[in-house]
């Protein structure tokens, strides 16, 4: 069983920043791309940014410049550090990532819980 673990996010004033995580556990091989993805309420789940596990990474147009992502493959987490936080960055921000499992030896898609993040005017 593979789970990834959330932490981080909150409210914030515009301007301001924050830090989320997210971290996988369980029985896998190995991780390729992780990502981090947000929903706002009436809007779809839209990607925020992705690294491969050779660091290569992709943004949103909406983001660049203001957010960041890294990874420690050694602790199986991702990281978004998000800067300059503008109130259209509301939303719940959920980390993705494709884990090699043992079960399966496949490549699968997993989830995070989900973590509010409020940015106030």
């Known amino acids: 069983q593979v789970q990834l673990v959330q932490s981080g996010g909150g409210l914030v004033q515009a301007g301001g920043s924050l830090r989320l995580s997210c971290a996988a556990s369980g029985y896998f091989f190995s991780i390729n791309a992780m990502g981090w993805y947000r929903q706002a309420p009436g809007k779809q789940r839209e990607l925020v940014a992705t690294?491969?596990?050779?660091?290569?990474?992709n943004y949103a147009d909406s983001v660049k410049g203001r957010i960041t992502i890294s990874r420690d493959n050694a602790k199986n987490t991702v990281y978004l550090q998000m800067n300059s936080l503008k109130p259209e960055d509301t939303a719940v921000y959920y980390c993705n990532a494709d884990v090699r499992t043992v079960t399966t030896n496949r490549y699968t898609g997993y989830w995070g819980q989900g973590t509010q993040v409020t940015v106030s005017s």
């Open positions: 690294i491969t596990s050779g660091g290569s990474t």
